[in-house]
């Protein structure tokens, strides 16, 4: 699990680098700072979410875009059961919404603000006023097609005693 989550962030660095014209030698015009994104769970910006108000976040989750409430679900479960509470608005841009298919009711990866009060309601009832807005990056998390083995492999054999 650490091995994989250490990959796709160097896969963010890269890509937030690669987008920004790393590698290219300094001008004169100088670039706005791109802040590293801190990396948080659903769980963490409904629960703590003072903790990130105003932090560059990178989050997984499943994302749902529908006209009036797109929305990062905790998981799939969570958008087929409409348990609202278990997701964050989004605020879905183009960086959003190129790709659709490859997006649209899949798990993400997005890197964006997370703001706890100031985004819009867009319709009443709605997603409140929390949630990512200016959204940088948003990619197709890897679906993992192997299942996971139900019992640790014991990596040592057993020693005689």
Excluded at 14 to 28: D, H, I, N
Excluded at 41 to 57: A, C, F, H, Q, W
Excluded at 136 to 150: A, D, F, G, H, N
Aim: proline share 7%; charged share 25%.
């Amino acid at each position: 699990m650490k091995r994989q989550l250490f990959f796709r962030s160097l896969f963010l660095v890269l890509a937030v680098v690669s987008s920004s014209g790393g590698g290219q030698k300094p001008t004169t015009v100088s670039h706005p700072i791109v802040p590293q994104p801190t990396n948080a769970s659903i769980i963490n910006l409904i629960s703590t979410p003072e903790r990130y108000d105003g932090k560059m976040v990178s989050v997984v989750g499943f994302l749902a875009l529908e006209p009036e409430d797109s929305r990062l679900y905790l998981s799939q479960s969570d958008y087929r059961q409409v348990i609202l509470d278990n997701g964050i608005f989004i605020d879905a841009n183009k960086e959003v919404t190129r790709d659709l298919e490859a997006k649209d009711l899949h798990y993400v990866q997005v890197v964006g603000v997370f703001k706890q009060k100031g985004l819009p309601m867009h319709f009443p009832g709605g997603a409140g006023d929390a949630g990512i807005t200016d959204i940088r990056l948003c990619l197709p998390w890897i679906e993992v097609t192997e299942k996971r083995p139900r019992e640790l492999k014991d990596s040592h054999p057993a020693r005689p005693h």
